[in-house]
């Protein structure tokens, strides 16, 4: 799981804002919240502009960096904070596995430029690497390839040029799948970050989603399990896969009241409707995901059916969720407990439970507290 994350320099993060997701508290209540002595499930909170969405982008930063995996064009664009004069942005990440640390940080003048990486397995130095003479701040004076080179003995690092060293060594290694290098790229593999606003945009997991309109067209129980869903959301709305005139099979919805009237399904349903489709495939297509980091929520969600929905992520005991949100119904001990609330700024990342003198119990109503300004943005 992930241990630690921290970003600086990057788009509106000219100063280090880190989360820790081992600083949990001793609460009794909504356990299921918290694996390992790690946070399992967390939301975020913060003003427009705050920086929620790009926090989610700096997290993924190693996807791209590392595995390759599909990355949306242009969401990287303006990478660089306008303030950074000297340097790039860093992005520091730790894992823990079992009793295993994996500690690994890096530096980039752009998306693709790398100007340091430096990893450390259980504090011991795996590789340090300097890529430009801009390397400065690693607090590492000279390259280090000892810790790797025991790890991949046979590979040359010459043909490596400006890529990273890390990532060369392990695509070229077979690891034992129990070595915690093995699993950190298992975890960073299996990583997914979305929205549900008006677009399919997504880092990670996937090179591909072609299959985005069609993926339970022939899967009577897919259609049955979804149509289900948007009943309980109060959607009206039978579903079925039909053929065209042009031979395709496509999804078609119909009101219980007239049956026989069809609808185009992505061409009539509300925006509502098609985030939750959105959310529904992707669930159901990435077994297995490590952390889903999914990005405005529940922007088009009734509030019942956004804590609906966060109970069913819950729910994924294997996956670590990070959830960005305005909705203050969801700010409540019944769903979460106060160390896995936060709340960010320009500056801070803070649980609500750090975020106050109050010592928080479970019969706070944490909403009214928000709204009160007890955990204040700065």
Same mark, same amino acid.
């Given at each position: ?15 280090? *804002? &880190?989360?820790? +997701?081992?600083? =949990?508290?001793?609460?009794? +209540? ?32 190693? *996807? ?6 599909? /990355? ?29 640390? *994996? ?12 100007? +340091?990486?430096?990893?450390?397995? !259980?504090?011991? @130095? ?34 490596? &040029?400006?890529?990273?060293? @890390?990532?060369?060594?392990?695509? !070229? ?61 109060? *959607? ?31 061409? $009539?349903?509300?925006?509502? =409707? ?33 804590? &609906? ?11 670590? /969720? ?5 909705? $203050? ?26 975020? $106050? ?17 007890? +955990? &204040?943005?700065?």
């Amino acid at each position: 799981m992930l241990k630690l994350f921290e970003v600086s320099g990057f788009k509106n993060f000219p100063h280090s *804002v &880190a989360i820790d +997701f081992s600083n =949990t508290r001793d609460y009794k +209540f909504n356990q299921r919240c918290v694996k390992n002595g790690l946070i399992k499930d967390a939301i975020i909170y913060g003003k427009n502009s705050s920086g929620k969405t790009n926090f989610g982008l700096a997290l993924f930063d190693i *996807v791209a960096h590392l595995t390759g995996n599909n /990355v949306t064009p242009h969401i990287y664009d303006n990478y660089i904070n306008v303030a950074v004069k000297y340097g790039g942005a860093t992005f520091h990440y730790v894992f823990q596995f079992g009793s295993d640390v *994996v500690d690994y940080r890096y530096e980039k003048s752009d998306n693709r430029t790398l100007i +340091f990486e430096h990893i450390e397995l !259980n504090g011991e @130095l795996l590789l340090h690497k300097a890529y430009t003479d801009t390397d400065k701040t690693s607090g590492t004076a000279e390259d280090d390839f000892s810790g790797i080179s025991r790890l991949a003995p046979t590979l040359n690092y010459s043909f490596v &040029a400006s890529e990273s060293y @890390l990532k060369y060594a392990l695509n !070229n290694t077979a690891l034992d799948p129990e070595h915690p290098l093995y699993k950190m790229m298992q975890f960073i593999s299996k990583m997914l970050w979305f929205r549900n606003l008006d677009e399919n945009r997504y880092i990670g997991y996937k090179t591909s989603s072609q299959d985005y309109a069609k993926f339970m067209l022939d899967s009577k129980p897919l259609l049955s399990e979804f149509g289900a869903l948007l009943r309980n959301a109060g *959607v009206d709305a039978n579903l079925a896969a039909e053929k065209d005139s042009d031979g395709a099979r496509r999804l078609y919805a119909s009101p219980s009241y007239n049956k026989s009237g069809r609808l185009p399904f992505f061409e $009539t349903a509300s925006s509502g =409707t098609k985030a939750l489709y959105a959310f529904f495939y992707w669930i159901k297509t990435s077994p297995g995901i490590s952390l889903l980091f999914i990005d405005e929520f529940d922007a088009y969600y009734h509030y019942e059916l956004s804590e &609906a929905l966060v109970e069913m992520l819950e729910k994924l005991e294997d996956t670590q /969720v990070i959830l960005t949100s305005h909705n $203050t119904n969801l700010l409540t001990n019944r769903i979460m407990r106060p160390d896995c609330y936060f709340i960010l700024s320009q500056d801070k990342l803070s649980s609500f439970a750090d975020a $106050t003198q109050r010592e928080l119990r479970e019969g706070h109503n944490l909403e009214k507290l928000y709204m009160g300004g007890e +955990f &204040a943005e700065k």
